[in-house]
């Protein structure tokens, strides 16, 4: 069983959606009492940084997140939920983030390291370099994924950079520590690339993956 935390800034929809093409059963909640009887847990997120830390503060669902991913069950934070699993984010002023991963969020450049110009936000489909292995990555080739972000991961460590993409800069685009993992494109929207990651993640929450 999988849970989605809904928190008032998540795509809960598509993600429920894609679960459920998986047929993968899976329940939305704020409640961490309920939450903590999943298997599993997504961290959805669209929308500001800062507005979301606010909201996972008021609903004490930052300390559960603490405590999740303490127990040693996978915990997959996707788009924004990615962003905050790391340290801290500068978008609209320094906000600390839930230090589940090491690094910081900051703004993609509009100037590449290429010299070329990008547009901000980063919308579109990009292909992943896969970087580190991993059981999320597991039986899956290189391929297009689908980003909509403005804010990208400098992450302090590079171990925990499983895929990258590239988009002037190198864009952590999947990480992973440990049982807490992240995605920065939207697997939900990811055609077959991103169900197949997804499985990988329920298949590490029910057991079936080493």
């Given at each position: 069983?999988?849970?989605?935390?809904?928190?008032?800034?998540?795509?809960?929809?598509?993600?429920?959606?894609?679960?459920?093409?998986?047929?993968?059963?899976?329940?939305?909640?704020?409640?961490?009492?309920?939450?903590?009887?999943?298997?599993?847990?997504?961290?959805?997120?669209?929308?500001?940084?800062?507005?979301?830390?606010?909201?996972?503060?008021?609903?004490?669902?930052?300390?559960?997140?603490?405590?999740?991913?303490?127990?040693?069950?996978?915990?997959?934070?996707?788009?924004?939920?990615?962003?905050?699993?790391?340290?801290?984010?500068?978008?609209?002023?320094?906000?600390?983030g839930l230090s589940l991963?090491?690094?910081?969020?900051?703004?993609?450049?509009?100037?590449?390291?290429?010299?070329?110009?990008?547009?901000?936000?980063?919308?579109?489909?990009?292909?992943?370099?896969?970087?580190?292995?991993?059981?999320?990555?597991?039986?899956?080739?290189?391929?297009?994924?689908?980003?909509?972000?403005?804010?990208?991961?400098?992450?302090?460590?590079?171990?925990?950079?499983?895929?990258?993409?590239?988009?002037?800069?190198?864009?952590?685009?999947?990480?992973?520590?440990?049982?807490?993992?992240?995605?920065?494109?939207?697997?939900?929207?990811?055609?077959?690339?991103?169900?197949?990651?997804?499985?990988?993640?329920?298949?590490?929450?029910?057991?079936?993956?080493?």
């Amino acid at each position: 069983m999988i849970g989605i935390v809904d928190y008032g800034m998540g795509n809960l929809f598509s993600v429920s959606k894609a679960l459920e093409r998986l047929q993968v059963d899976s329940f939305i909640s704020d409640e961490p009492a309920k939450l903590e009887k999943a298997d599993g847990i997504l961290l959805p997120g669209v929308g500001s940084f800062k507005d979301a830390m606010h909201l996972l503060h008021s609903l004490k669902l930052n300390d559960f997140l603490h405590s999740y991913a303490e127990s040693g069950r996978p915990l997959l934070g996707i788009c924004l939920g990615m962003q905050l699993l790391f340290e801290e984010s500068v978008e609209n002023g320094l906000t600390q983030g839930l230090s589940l991963l090491p690094g910081k969020v900051i703004r993609l450049p509009e100037s590449g390291e290429d010299g070329i110009s990008y547009k901000v936000p980063h919308m579109g489909w990009n292909r992943l370099h896969f970087v580190n292995p991993s059981p999320v990555l597991k039986g899956t080739k290189e391929d297009f994924v689908y980003f909509v972000h403005s804010y990208y991961v400098a992450a302090e460590d590079r171990n925990v950079i499983l895929a990258s993409a590239n988009y002037g800069v190198e864009v952590p685009a999947v990480v992973g520590k440990g049982n807490v993992y992240g995605m920065q494109f939207h697997p939900e929207k990811s055609s077959d690339m991103g169900m197949s990651l997804l499985k990988n993640f329920i298949e590490l929450a029910e057991g079936k993956k080493e």
